[in-house]
C-alpha cells in the first residue's frame, strides 16, 4: 500500500521542525522552509501568517511529549532514577539543540501566544516527570516531588542551553549527571543528619509500588450512606472525592466560585498545587457505582453550598466560618470511614476514592490521555488503573461466562 501522502500545512510544519532543530528558529527562514516542504512562500504565508505563526503550531504539534512519555517507560524502575532521568531527557533534547536554545534563550522577543504555548510544553513536561519520579516511588526529605521535578528540569534544561551556546561548562554530559546526582545525595545526606536519621542509601528512598485498591460498589454505597447521617458537609465531601476524583488537598483549596452548575453540567475548577502544576476542570458525575445522587444543580454539593453566607468563600468550612484545612477534611472522611473495614484490616482511604473514581471511568470506556487530563496525573501514573481496568473487565467477563447456561 503506498504511504499515506502529506498535506501540504503537514510537509510546512514537519520542514520547520527539522531546520528550528538543525539551524535555531532566527538562522531559518521562511524561503527554506517553504523548498524544504515543496511549497512556495505565499502558500505557507496563508497557512500560518508568519514564522512566529508556524512556531507557534511547531509548539502545539510537535509530538515532543509522546517521545518524553515513550522514552521515561523504558526506564522506570532503573537503579539510579534521577541519573536515568537526566539520561533520557539530555538524549531527546540533544536531538535538536538549537530549537531548545533558540526557545529558551530567544523567549524574550516571541509573542506572547507563543510564550504560552512553550509555557504549556514545559508544564507538561514536568508534569511527565513528576510521573517517572512518583512511578519510581521516590522520596526526598524537604523538598515536594513536584518541587524535584521542577528542579530537574531546569538544571537539564539550562545544560543544554549552554551547552549550545558557548559549549557548556562541562567537560561531557557524563560529568554533568554524576554532578547532578552527587548534588541530590549530598542534599539528602544533609537532611538526614539533621534529623538524626544514620540509615542512608540512596538520594532518593525508594519505596514499595502502591497497588491500585479501588473500592466495591457495596462500600462507596455504605460511605455515602453515613456520610449523609453524619452531615451535609460530610455528605458533599465524599460526593466530591468520589464524583469528581480530586485530592483532599484540592478539596481542601477548592472555593465557590470554582463549583458551577447548570442543567446540563457540574464542574468544579482546581487550581494548581504548586507552581509547576496546571490549573484543570472536572466534571462531578451524578452516577456512582450504580447509583445516582441528584442532578447537576441539585446534589450534595450544591445543596451544601446553600446553607452557606455569601461572605464565606471556602467550601469546606470549621464551624466558624474559617476554612477546613487538610487535616480536618481528613478528620471527617475518617469519622465516615471508621466503620468500613477492607481486606487489610483499615478503613478506607480518601485516595481509594480516587483510585475508584479513575477505574470507574477507565471501566466506562474513558481513554487514557483523558483521564490523565482530567486526574492531573501523567500516563505513566496511570499505567497501574489501566491494568487494573483490564483486570476488572477480564474478572467481569469471567464470570459473565460463568452464569451462561450450558
Not at 512556495?40 to 512566529?52: D, I
Not at 524537604?142 to 551556546?165: D, P, Q, R
Not at 541530590?184 to 544514620?198: D, K, N, T
Not at 458551577?260 to 457505582?289: C, D, E, Y
Amino acid at each position: 500500500m503506498a504511504e499515506k501522502r502529506l498535506s501540504s500545512r503537514e510537509r510546512i510544519v514537519k520542514s520547520a521542525l527539522e531546520l528550528f532543530a538543525q539551524q535555531g528558529t532566527t538562522a531559518t527562514t521562511t524561503k527554506e522552509i517553504a523548498e524544504r516542504a515543496g511549497v512556495n512562500e505565499v502558500t505557507l504565508f496563508r497557512q500560518f501568517g508568519s514564522k512566529q505563526g508556524l512556531l507557534l503550531s511547531v509548539l502545539k504539534e510537535a509530538p515532543v511529549l509522546e517521545k518524553m512519555q515513550a522514552a521515561l517507560s523504558e526506564v522506570v524502575g532503573a537503579n539510579q532514577p534521577l541519573t536515568a532521568y537526566g539520561e533520557t531527557i539530555l538524549e531527546l533534547l540533544t536531538q535538536a539543540p538549537e530549537l531548545v536554545r533558540s526557545l529558551i534563550g530567544e523567549s524574550g522577543q516571541s509573542p506572547i501566544e507563543n510564550r504560552q504555548a512553550l509555557g504549556q510544553v514545559l508544564q507538561q513536561a514536568n508534569l511527565q516527570a513528576v510521573g517517572y519520579l512518583r512511578s519510581a516511588q521516590v522520596r526526598w526529605p524537604g523538598m515536594s516531588v513536584e518541587a524535584i521535578a521542577t528542579l530537574l528540569n531546569t538544571l537539564v534544561i539550562g545544560h543544554i542551553v549552554l551547552a549550545a551556546s558557548s559549549g557548556g561548562l562541562w567537560q561531557n554530559q557524563q560529568d554533568f549527571l554524576t554532578m547532578l546526582n552527587e548534588l541530590f545525595r549530598q542534599q539528602h545526606l544533609q537532611e538526614e543528619s539533621i534529623h538524626g536519621q544514620s540509615e542512608v542509601s540512596s538520594p532518593l528512598t525508594v519505596q514499595p509500588h502502591e497497588a491500585v485498591i479501588d473500592l466495591p460498589a457495596e462500600v462507596v454505597r455504605s460511605l455515602f450512606q453515613t456520610a449523609k447521617k453524619q452531615g451535609p458537609q460530610e455528605y458533599a465531601l465524599v460526593y466530591v472525592l468520589f464524583g469528581a476524583g480530586i485530592t483532599l488537598e484540592e478539596a481542601a483549596a477548592l472555593t465557590s466560585p470554582c463549583v458551577f452548575a447548570s442543567k446540563s453540567q457540574h464542574l468544579l475548577t482546581i487550581a494548581g498545587s504548586n507552581a509547576s502544576a496546571i490549573q484543570r476542570q472536572v466534571p462531578v458525575n451524578r452516577w456512582i457505582m450504580g447509583n445516582r445522587y441528584g442532578t447537576y444543580l441539585k446534589n450534595p454539593l450544591t445543596q451544601w453550598l446553600k446553607t452557606q453566607s455569601d461572605e464565606q468563600t471556602a467550601v469546606f468550612v470549621l464551624a466558624d466560618g474559617k476554612a477546613l484545612e487538610t487535616e480536618g477534611l481528613l478528620a471527617l472522611w475518617d469519622a465516615i470511614a471508621a466503620g468500613t473495614t477492607m481486606s487489610a484490616g483499615s478503613p478506607a482511604t480518601p485516595f481509594q476514592a480516587r483510585q475508584t473514581w479513575c477505574i470507574e471511568l477507565l471501566m466506562k470506556g474513558m481513554s487514557l490521555e483523558n483521564l490523565s487530563i482530567l486526574s492531573g496525573m501523567s500516563l505513566i501514573e496511570l499505567e497501574p488503573y489501566a491494568r487494573r481496568a483490564k483486570e476488572k473487565a477480564a474478572l467481569e467477563q469471567a464470570l459473565a461466562i460463568d452464569q451462561k447456561k450450558t
